[in-house]
């Protein structure tokens, strides 16, 4: 069994390099990435950055977990937030380049003074990836705690500091519960089969709004690792990409083949790798992160450093 410390660094890592491999890529549709595939890590690229350039993926993960080394507090993974983008607080390189539009509102909308778990979109239309891409430290945080209600609570809180709605929730929810077994050990495809039938006794428990779980059911009720790959998309609608980072995880023998298949599913490269990163991650182990990858990140030191901050905050 790894150290706590490794499966933090295992998943942090596992993100931020997952982003760093994606960035280059951004908007690049299925066809443009077959031809010719992502196989290393690059620079330049959509976004014209250096090699080893994370995202906004890995700057909010980063703040989630800058805050949580000093205890749970919503307020403060708001003002953290609200950091990043107003004064480049957890940035790669100085300067925000890259943020979502519902996220944006909100960090805007708690500047305005809101209430930080009521400043995410509520709509259908605010479903983005943007708080499934940054809730890994969670999985951490919440390795003891046994109360499913308590676990539900605090990953709806998080989420909807930029995403309120109940499928940004839910998608949310069901990565940190399958991590949950990932961080105890368990085998990738036993741990995917124990979360189904418990998550959606919660649901229905819960009263959830059926229609929307049942949107879920390529996860909850079928396999989604025997999906074809042309049944599975990286955009950045929040379900695609949780069924992307379940799919690229069970169907690779490594972090690299796993991180590699999220990037080539084109669209929004960097979150669908980001987030299946911090699965095969937190899985593989972080020595299993090919080193090169590591080593080229933008502040690859600072980044080490937090870890063993936010390991210590756990201890």
């Known amino acids: 069994m790894k150290s706590l410390l490794e499966q933090i660094k295992g998943g942090v890592f596992g993100v931020a390099v997952g982003d760093a491999l994606g960035v280059p890529y951004e908007f690049l549709d299925r066809d443009q990435m077959d031809k010719r595939p992502a196989r290393d890590m690059i620079g330049y690229g959509t976004h014209n950055q250096p090699e080893g350039t994370w995202s906004d993926?890995?700057?909010?993960?980063?703040?989630?977990?800058?805050?949580?080394?000093?205890?749970y507090d919503l307020n403060d993974i708001a003002s953290k937030f609200a950091a990043w983008f107003y004064e480049n607080f957890w940035t790669p390189r100085g300067f925000v380049f890259d943020i979502g539009i519902t996220t944006k509102n909100a960090i805007y909308q708690y500047k305005r003074g809101m209430t930080p778990d009521l400043c995410g979109g509520l709509d259908e239309y605010s479903n983005g990836n943007g708080s499934l891409m940054r809730i890994l430290p969670l999985v951490y945080f919440l390795k003891d705690e046994s109360n499913i209600n308590t676990r539900y609570d605090i990953i709806k809180r998080v989420s909807s500091i930029t995403h309120g709605h109940l499928r940004s929730v839910f998608s949310c929810f069901i990565y940190v519960?399958?991590?949950?077994?990932?961080?105890?050990?368990?085998?990738?495809?036993?741990?995917?089969?124990?979360?189904?039938?418990?998550?959606?006794?919660?649901?229905?428990?819960?009263?959830?709004?059926?229609?929307?779980?049942?949107?879920?059911?390529?996860?909850?009720?079928?396999?989604?690792s025997k999906q074809d790959r042309f049944n599975i998309k990286g955009t950045g609608y929040v379900l695609r990409t949780l069924e992307a980072s379940f799919w690229c995880l069970l169907n690779s023998e490594s972090y690299e083949e796993a991180a590699l298949k999220a990037v080539n599913l084109g669209e929004d490269t960097d979150t669908t790798a980001a987030v299946t990163g911090g699965l095969a991650g937190l899985y593989y182990g972080y020595n299993t992160i090919p080193e090169t990858w590591k080593l080229q990140l933008a502040r690859f030191e600072d980044i080490d450093d937090l870890i063993e901050r936010f390991n210590e905050s756990l201890i």
Do not use: Q, V, W
């Open 177 to 224: 519960e399958y991590t949950l077994l990932l961080l105890n050990g368990r085998d990738k495809f036993e741990a995917y089969e124990a979360i189904k039938k418990p998550i959606l006794d919660f649901a229905i428990e819960n009263d959830f709004n059926p229609k929307e779980i049942t949107l879920f059911s390529r996860i909850l009720e079928e396999d989604i």
């Open 57 to 71: 993926d890995s700057s909010l993960t980063f703040c989630l977990m800058d805050s949580l080394c000093n205890g």
